[in-house]
């Protein structure tokens, strides 16, 4: 099971960057997908969630009308378009594959990207 991040960087304020994260080893449509962030010294906070299918996405009320969570099951890939990037926006993101079966849940990391926004 791999999920790799990539497309993260140093981008001035209000600049946009598009993360991606690529599964392999797993039934990806299977999985709801989801963006945590971490800052330095700060705790993983959810970003952006998305279900298997698609069909709903959910934002962190930080990142809600900036940022856009979507995914292509044909490719086993979810994205993180962050537009009107913030100082604040700084921290590694990484995604997460989550699949609820009964009372057990399946979960798998990516390693991240350090996204950083400064002038």
């Known amino acids: 099971v791999q999920l790799v991040e990539s497309g993260g960087g140093l981008v001035q304020p209000g600049g946009s960057l598009r993360l991606s994260c690529a599964a392999s080893g797993f039934t990806f449509s299977r999985y709801d997908m989801s963006w945590y962030r971490q800052a330095p010294g700060q705790e993983r906070d959810l970003v952006a969630s998305?279900?298997?299918?698609?069909?709903?996405?959910n934002y962190a009320d930080s990142v809600k009308g900036r940022f856009t969570n979507s995914r292509d099951n044909a490719k086993n890939t979810v994205y993180l378009q962050m537009n009107s990037l913030k100082p604040e926006d700084t921290a590694v993101y990484c995604c997460?594959?989550?699949?609820?079966?009964?009372?057990?849940?399946?979960?798998?990391w990516g390693q991240g990207t350090q996204v950083t926004v400064s002038s």
């Open positions: 998305i279900t298997s299918a698609g069909g709903t996405t």
């Open positions: 997460n594959a989550l699949r609820r079966l009964g009372g057990s849940r399946i979960n798998y």
